[in-house]
């Protein structure tokens, strides 16, 4: 098997990441009404409790906590700590529907030459941190090429060729 420069396992894409819950029910009910996931069947071989859900091209998987009272709970929202980072089309709408649902959240933008990405964090029931942004702002750029992309296509054409520039000359 010839080895791929850059890929050396082969692989394809994101599959899905697994989180331990002090409460499945509770979790699904997060993942499905807060962030737009789809419950989607497990292997019924399984002898533990749990349930998958789906979208945004990913998997979630929720594993019940053997021992949920023990299970710790981060409380501060700490926006280097470990979370998974959604897209969304309107940081506007996302601001105003967690504060609808009151979902506490702390607001960031970040600068990087001219370009601006505004990002807010919050928790899931069990303190997993969660993202959601418009960083498809940022172009992303090899430290050792020229390839200059965005994660959405869309986006790179918005970006002007002087913002380009100057960041690939970071």
């Known amino acids: 098997m010839k080895e791929i420069a850059g890929n050396p396992l082969h692989l394809k894409s994101l599959n899905h990441i697994s989180l331990v819950c ?8 997060f993942y499905t009404n807060v962030l ?28 019940q906590s053997e021992n ?4 710790p709970k981060k409380s501060e929202i700490n926006p280097k700590d470990n979370h998974i980072s959604f897209q969304c089309e309107s940081m506007g709408t996302v601001e105003k529907k967690l504060k609808e649902m009151g979902i506490v959240y702390k607001r960031q933008r970040v ?17 997993f941190m969660i993202e959601i942004c418009n960083c498809d702002n940022l172009p992303v750029v ?5 390839m200059v992309r965005s ?7 918005i970006i002007s060729q002087k913002q380009i520039q100057t960041f690939v000359q970071m």
């Open 111 to 127: 600068e990087e030459g001219g370009i601006y990405v505004d990002q807010l964090f919050f928790h899931d029931p069990d303190g």
């Open 68 to 71: 949920p009272n023990n299970t």
């Open 36 to 63: 737009g996931f789809v419950p989607i069947r497990r292997p019924g071989s399984f002898d533990f409790d749990g349930a998958w859900l789906f979208n945004y091209g990913i998997g979630i998987h929720l594993l």
């Open 142 to 146: 090899p430290i050792a090429g020229e």
């Open 151 to 157: 994660c959405s296509r869309v986006k790179l054409d």
């Open 22 to 29: 002090r409460s499945v029910e509770e979790s699904i009910d």
